[in-house]
């Protein structure tokens, strides 16, 4: 457990560790928020919001949250669990009749809303089939870029593509969420922008976090590694523009997509939203769930869901996955200083958060440049700095 000396040089440490990174220009700008306690004990906002005309970094800047907006979605299904709406033993064709992937070897599949939420649904995303996959073919989306598609096709095109793996026996990261999303909507009889608006952001008072741009003035540039050995300093993302990575994923990222009237609202990546907005949702579900849910509800979340299963994107099997997040199950297997128990995801544009809810921490950085500050060295470097590692 972290001592109270380790926290009189944190903000130094934290400090340094932006610095850094904001000169070596892996980062163009950051907003990083540490909250102990309920009470923020570390914020900063750094560098551009947009390099080329030199606007600064605001502490109130509006960024596209990718995969955070999983965590808030997932919420969303668990308040709707909770008042007894749905069931996560419901399987998805209670609400979405015409979603029926084949199973692997063509049969028939029974996909529930637990599986969608912990991805062992059995399916994927395009960017980890390459550009010759199913899903590429079928003109599937995956909620970061085009086409534009409406969500009854989005669903139609996902379900004419097999599933990967027999729902219940793999782990593996999908447009799973965007498939709870079209759920919730069904259920509630309501769009999934207006839905999540009355059960978690307004609730919680997050006026700029939606599934449009509440302040386009303050709505961050994003940035994208350059192809090659040197791939810093990050250029302006293009529109479309993509990032192959080192085992030749293919991200597609359009960033007009957060304008596109037409595009679904995507349940795992349409949302956009402040620091401080999700960190105060952190919280809410760091400090026991209340006024959204129950701390029961929140101890599911943040607990392992998927048995002896174990999610696919990290170097040793010592992390299982919740709802709407992964869960540190092994501190010494993965060598990691953050206690057992932690929770975290990240987001492609940019972004990493977790809860460690033995030091009773919650921990957010939003950044614009994709990949660096969600799976680049920002993010070990700053826990480092956080527990003096």
């Not at 086409?147 to 219940?168: D, F, I, K, T, Y």
């Amino acid at each position: 457990m972290l001592s109270s000396s380790d926290f009189s040089f944190l903000s130094r440490r934290v400090d340094d560790a932006i610095d850094r990174a904001l000169k070596a220009e892996r980062l163009v700008g950051v907003v990083v928020l540490i909250a102990r306690d309920g009470t923020t004990v570390h914020r900063r906002a750094a560098g551009f919001a947009d390099r080329e005309t030199g606007r600064p970094m605001r502490d109130d800047a509006i960024f596209r949250l990718a995969s955070l907006t999983k965590t808030i979605v997932a919420t969303a299904a668990m308040i709707l669990v909770e008042q007894g709406r749905l069931s996560l033993d419901d399987t998805v064709t209670r609400w979405l009749p015409d979603f029926r992937p084949a199973s692997p070897d063509g049969g028939d599949a029974t996909i529930t809303l637990r599986q969608l939420l912990t991805h062992t649904s059995g399916l994927t995303y395009g960017l980890f089939q390459g550009p010759d996959g199913q899903y590429r073919k079928a003109g599937v989306s995956d909620g970061l870029a085009g086409p534009s598609l409406s969500m009854a096709e989005e669903l139609r095109r996902l379900a004419s593509v097999p599933l990967c793996w027999h729902p219940g026996t793999a782990w593996n990261y999908s447009l799973a969420m965007d498939v709870v999303g079209a759920v919730l909507a069904a259920a509630c009889g309501q769009p999934l922008p207006d839905l999540v608006r009355r059960l978690v952001t307004g609730p919680l008072g997050m006026a700029d976090t939606s599934f449009g741009v509440t302040d386009e003035a303050r709505l961050v540039v994003p940035y994208v590694p350059q192809p090659g050995a040197s791939p810093f300093p990050a250029k302006r993302m293009d529109d479309p523009d993509q990032f192959i990575d080192e085992n030749g994923f293919v991200t597609e990222f359009s960033p007009s997509r957060a304008f596109d009237p037409v595009a679904f609202p995507s349940g795992g990546a349409g949302m956009q939203g402040t620091a401080s907005d999700f960190l105060r949702l952190l919280e809410t579900l760091r400090q026991g769930g209340s006024p959204l849910l129950s701390a029961e509800s929140v101890r599911a979340m943040m607990s392992n869901q998927i048995g002896d299963l174990r999610i696919n994107v990290e170097p040793t099997p010592s992390w299982g996955f919740g709802f709407g997040g992964a869960v540190l199950l092994d501190q010494a297997m993965a060598g990691d200083p953050r206690p057992a128990g932690t929770w975290k995801w990240g987001g492609v544009y940019g972004h990493h958060w977790y809860i460690d809810p033995v030091n009773r921490l919650s921990v957010l950085s939003l950044s614009n440049v994709a990949m660096e500050g969600m799976t680049g060295r920002f993010p070990a470097e700053l826990m480092s700095a956080i527990y003096g590692a």
